[in-house]
């Protein structure tokens, strides 16, 4: 059972370019959560996810950020013109339904040259 | 608001001692509490998790204990091994919220051989 798969795991972009980051939960889980963490800062919450819903976004820069989980595929996050700041480390992670443990991804460490 | 600390934030220990990390939220209405160890550049790895009901959880040498009335968690690491080097993250889940961990920033553990 392959574990929380995110790519890129790496990601390089210049100022005003637009960023993807998806992730694929694990087999059997229909919740999926994005976290960032910043350099030198805890993980932050996001946005919560279940199939084709936004559960929870209450964690989300109000403008260019936005993410989705489609009936079928991975989940993505979408960064619009991404600055400098946006530089960090995305997690996601998954859970199953009712389910208590979450189970994180490798990351993608995003870069804003 | 729920908030998470860990102190101290790096701990450097010589190989074979017991270690007992520390974490504290201010809000004692959590549905549960999970430990996190971070490797430098990676993902974060479950390592035990107590249910608001629970006092403690064991897996090998790590025993994880939970006072919730206090606002209080201690992770023990039982015979320290450089191999145990990483950082080691605790995270609450708030009760009424969407189910969305509250990190603290984590400490950094060192064992020396």
């Known amino acids: 059972n392959a574990g929380v798969m995110q790519n890129p795991r790496h990601l390089v972009r210049r100022r005003g370019q637009e960023a993807r980051l998806r992730c694929s939960p694990m087999k059997g889980h229909s919740h999926v959560y994005w976290y960032r963490q910043l350099p030198e800062e805890g993980l932050k919450f996001m946005v919560y996810?279940?199939?084709?819903?936004?559960?929870?976004e209450s964690g989300m820069p109000k403008e260019r950020f936005s993410a989705e989980f489609p009936k079928e595929g991975p989940s993505i996050l979408r960064i619009q013109q991404v600055v400098r700041g946006d530089s960090a480390a995305y997690f996601c992670a998954s859970s199953p339904p009712m389910g208590l443990a979450r189970y994180f991804g490798p990351g993608t460490r995003l870069t804003v040259t | 608001k729920q908030e998470v600390t860990q102190i101290p934030a790096a701990l450097s220990v010589p190989e074979g001692e017991n270690l007992v990390l520390n974490c504290s939220f201010t809000d004692s209405a959590i549905y549960n509490l999970q430990w996190f160890r971070q490797d430098p550049g990676k993902g974060l790895t479950s390592l035990l998790l107590?249910?608001?009901?629970?006092r403690e959880q064991t897996s090998g040498r790590l025993n994880a204990s939970l006072d919730k009335s206090s606002g209080r968690s201690t992770l023990y690491i039982a015979a320290s091994q450089p191999g145990d080097s990483a950082t080691y993250l605790c995270?609450?889940?708030?009760?009424?919220?969407?189910?969305?961990?509250?990190f603290g920033k984590g400490m950094k553990l060192t064992v020396n051989p």
């Open positions: 996810l279940q199939k084709e819903n936004i559960i929870d």
């Open positions: 995270a609450v889940i708030p009760q009424g919220g969407s189910e969305k961990l509250v």
């Open positions: 107590i249910q608001s009901s629970q």
